[in-house]
């Protein structure tokens, strides 16, 4: 009989008690959370080190990915900022749709809230920074105040797990998305000299294609990965912040499934039948799991199948990452 691999003496394969302690941590409401604050306390405490020059350095150094004539050379800090964090808003930009389709911002009262909340937190602060700095040189800056950094409000919220009402996450992820909007086009039409309206065009052309695709039914979550590549480099060489580019993608993303639940139950029940007629490790048997699989991702929308596997690597990879290259402020 072919070795099963090496047991603990409790019959639990070795590399499950080696990994448990990470799975339990993973599993916690909280555990996102918990390491977006120790890596925002690793930042300050690092900004204000003898080290700091070496924080400084780490982050401002180029970093230059492509291949061919496709090459974009910029500072590992706008590498997290632009491209990482795109991903980040895209998760937020299909947590909205999917609330907006059947959850919390289903009707257009729900939907104002967020929406007035945001407009008022950004211009509130502008208004408030002219009316100080009227008359000075410092008056142009009023478009600074108006950024929200809402990654950090969704990390606080995500330590307090279940305790926060649902309708509560959804306003402030809501909010993050209007928010990120509204500073964006600020940025664009009064900060930004130099905008390439036929880069803008490419991103538009690229979330077309993507909206075709919906259309056409195509369920692939890697057909809109390489449209999202895409369209976030058109809209990084147009001048526009390329974040804007993870949120429009994700409202182009079907959130229909190819079979309902009805027929799934059916299908399911005849392929578990035919697996357990099978032979144990029979081409008949494999044939039925394979089938379960296949139906497995025909009952789930590519909206819900692509909001589960990237959320894993927002929570414990990106917003970590981001707040260890943003949260070093010299404090002294």
């Excluded at 072919?2 to 003496?9: D, I, V």
């Excluded at 690229?206 to 259309?215: K, R």
């Excluded at 182009?252 to 392929?271: C, H, M, N, Q, W």
Aim: hydrophobic share 55%.
């Amino acid at each position: 009989m072919p070795s099963q691999g090496s047991t603990t003496p409790f019959g639990k394969p070795a590399i499950e008690v080696l990994t448990s302690p990470f799975t339990r941590f993973a599993k916690m409401e909280a555990s996102g959370g918990i390491l977006l604050l120790v890596c925002t306390a690793a930042a300050l405490v690092w900004a204000n080190s003898p080290w700091q020059h070496a924080y400084e350095h780490l982050w401002e150094t180029p970093l230059t990915i492509g291949f061919g004539r496709v090459i974009v050379s910029i500072t590992r800090h706008h590498w997290i900022n632009d491209g990482l964090m795109s991903v980040f808003f895209f998760l937020v930009g299909l947590e909205i749709k999917r609330e907006i389709l059947i959850g919390e911002l289903s009707s257009l009262k729900q939907a104002a809230f967020p929406f007035l909340a945001a407009v008022g937190g950004s211009l509130a602060p502008a208004v408030i920074y002219v009316l100080i700095t009227k008359g000075t040189g410092a008056q142009r800056g009023w478009g600074i105040p108006m950024a929200t950094d809402i990654a950090f409000a969704l990390g606080a919220l995500a330590l307090l797990g279940s305790r926060v009402p649902p309708a509560l996450k959804v306003f402030v992820a809501a909010l993050a998305i209007v928010d990120d909007i509204l500073c964006v086009l600020v940025i664009s039409i009064f900060y930004t000299s130099d905008i390439s309206m036929f880069s803008l065009g490419i991103a538009a052309a690229g979330l077309g294609v993507s909206c075709l695709a919906n259309w056409m039914g195509v369920r692939a979550p890697a057909v809109y990965g390489l449209i999202s590549v895409f369209v976030w480099l058109a809209v990084l060489n147009s001048g526009v912040h390329a974040t804007i580019a993870g949120v429009v993608m994700a409202f182009t993303i079907p959130a229909k499934t190819y079979i309902d639940r009805a027929e799934f139950v059916l299908r399911g029940r005849s392929l578990v039948g035919k697996f357990e007629q099978a032979g144990p490790h029979s081409a008949e048997e494999h044939d039925a799991v394979h089938g379960l699989e296949r139906q497995c991702e025909l009952v789930q929308s590519p909206l819900h199948r692509i909001e589960h596997a990237i959320q894993p690597w927002v929570g414990f990879f990106i917003m970590p990452l981001f707040a260890l290259a943003n949260a070093g402020v010299p404090i002294l």
